[in-house]
């Protein structure tokens, strides 16, 4: 089974603050995500890799950036977090190919104070 | 661009009952198709997917989809829910061609199944 691991399921950081979130994936696929989740909004591409040091902007980078150093770790990073960074995020993997089907992690809620 | 619109933010349904969740794409192209779950504090998993072919497609978990090219939809069914079938499901779309695999997901549908 594919295992998609984020590394904490719930964090609290303050306005300002820099956060990381990790993410790690054991399947060895090329493609990896970030996406954050809001009520009534769905799934929101934030960035997305296709390959180590590779990155491209989703629908809604501003604020984010992401590293993969690694083809198993993907890292999404909150610069200066803000309120309105107050968030579910998923990260996902993927094999390359458009058929393939991303698997997600179980989640990282957010919440910036 | 493609666009996902599901047709019911809430579907509250009895145990035994079946259910029809609504799902319609907008784009110029074909597409891919895929219907995603996700259980309470989990992350999504893929229930099922259409790429070509049979339009009838089926899932996990006794789930099955129809896609309908003249309709630009792809509604997902169960004939009889279970309790444990109360989730979040999300309708996601893919250009095929398009380089970077992006999938579009709709704003998602709560099923609640009672007894």
């Known amino acids: 089974d594919v295992k998609v691991t984020q590394s904490s399921r719930y964090l609290v950081k303050r306005t300002g603050e820099k956060v990381f979130l990790e993410c790690v994936q054991d399947m060895d696929h090329e493609n990896m995500f970030w996406y954050r989740q809001d009520p009534g909004l769905g799934l929101r591409l934030i960035y997305f890799?296709?390959?180590?040091?590779?990155?491209e902007k989703g629908d809604i980078p501003e604020g984010y950036s992401v590293s993969r150093e690694k083809k198993e770790r993907f890292s999404l990073i909150l610069e200066s977090a803000s309120t309105n960074q107050t968030s579910m995020y998923l990260c996902?993997?993927?094999?390359?190919?458009?058929?393939?089907?991303?698997?997600f992690g179980d989640g990282t809620r957010l919440s910036i104070l | 661009a493609q666009s996902v619109t599901q047709l019911d933010s809430q579907v509250p349904v009895f145990e035994e009952a079946p259910v029809e969740l609504r799902c319609n794409y907008s784009?110029?192209?074909?597409?891919?198709l895929f219907w995603y779950v996700q259980y309470p504090n989990q992350g999504l998993q893929l229930l099922l997917k259409?790429?070509?072919?049979?339009?009838l497609v089926k899932g996990i978990n006794g789930f099955e989809a129809e896609f309908n090219k003249s309709q630009t939809s792809f509604h997902l069914r169960k004939p009889s829910v279970h309790i444990s079938d109360t989730a979040e499901y999300f309708c996601?779309?893919?250009?095929?061609?398009?380089?970077?695999?992006?999938?579009?997901f709709g704003a998602g549908t709560t099923v609640t199944v009672r007894a």
């Open positions: 890799s296709y390959d180590v040091k590779m990155k």
């Open positions: 784009s110029s192209v074909s597409v891919y």
């Open positions: 996601a779309v893919r250009d095929p061609r398009s380089n970077d695999y992006k999938l579009s």
């Open positions: 996902a993997s993927s094999f390359w190919g458009a058929a393939q089907p991303q698997h």
């Open positions: 259409y790429l070509s072919g049979s339009t």
